[in-house]
């Protein structure tokens, strides 16, 4: 089935761009397939040339990029680069003037039951705090007309049994994000959407948290996480969309992004990060070192 429109991604597919950092106006593209196709063969999460404004501030200026089941996709960028923004327009949340976000082909207006079809954490103080856990999630649950087992599921998966009748309002912030992350998972979506997982997180929640992103992703989901966090990125995402002033500047696998970069020199992703951000910074607050190299 031929698209009706092309699909076109700015930008050229030079992987050396990551050791330099983009041009102005420029967004970097390793892949193969275009969004375009990607729409037709993949279940995933597809955004095109999203434009938005609060106001007189340009928050969106074309954004583009994929998320492909069976990874995981970081999402990455300074404050105020648009990350926030694309996730809540993904997920019906905000309007835009320009573009499209597509789950599994459709927009999230146009899915029935939307927990089966995607789950998503955006904040973790969600819940009413004079609720248990566990009938939070059995409210999700039949809001949805979701199977009650799988909220004792889910609770066991986030590793919520314990405080699971305890009043969600006594939760720590690290049990308030494993409690979003049940309930993301409550309909068992193949498309999985988590606003900076790892906050609020011990060392042990890290390292579970590592490993249900991963399993998530060999279970053949397709998984988009947004984090400031470069190290835990560069040991969990498959794929890194990184955006600056309100588009993808680059759009590549992790290894290709540290391959081109460290020239024989052990960049890591933060160093990556870094050169690829260097003029997308709304706000600084010293000289870092890669600004002086």
Known sequence: MPCVRPCQIPGSSRVAAAATGPEPGAAYNLRHESNCELALSAPGIVV???RKRYGTVLALDGMSFSVRP???TGFVGPNGAGKSTTMRVI???DAVEEGTALIGGL???GLRHPLHH???????AA???GRSGRNHLLWLAHSQGLDVRRVDRVIEQAGLAPAARRKA???SLGMRQRLGIAAALLGDPPVVLLDEPFNGMDPDGIVWMRGLLRSLASEGRAVLVSSHLMGEMQHTADHLVVAGRGRAIADASVAELIAAASRGNGATLEDVYLRLTREAVEFRTGTSTEDRK
């Open 48 to 50: 095109a040339g999203l």
């Open 70 to 72: 069976g990874q995981v």
């Open 127 to 129: 819940p009413h705090p």
């Open 118 to 124: 995607v789950g998503s954490l955006l904040d973790a």
């Open 107 to 109: 927009p999230y207006r």
């Open 91 to 93: 997920l019906g949340l």
């Open 169 to 171: 309002g006594g939760y």
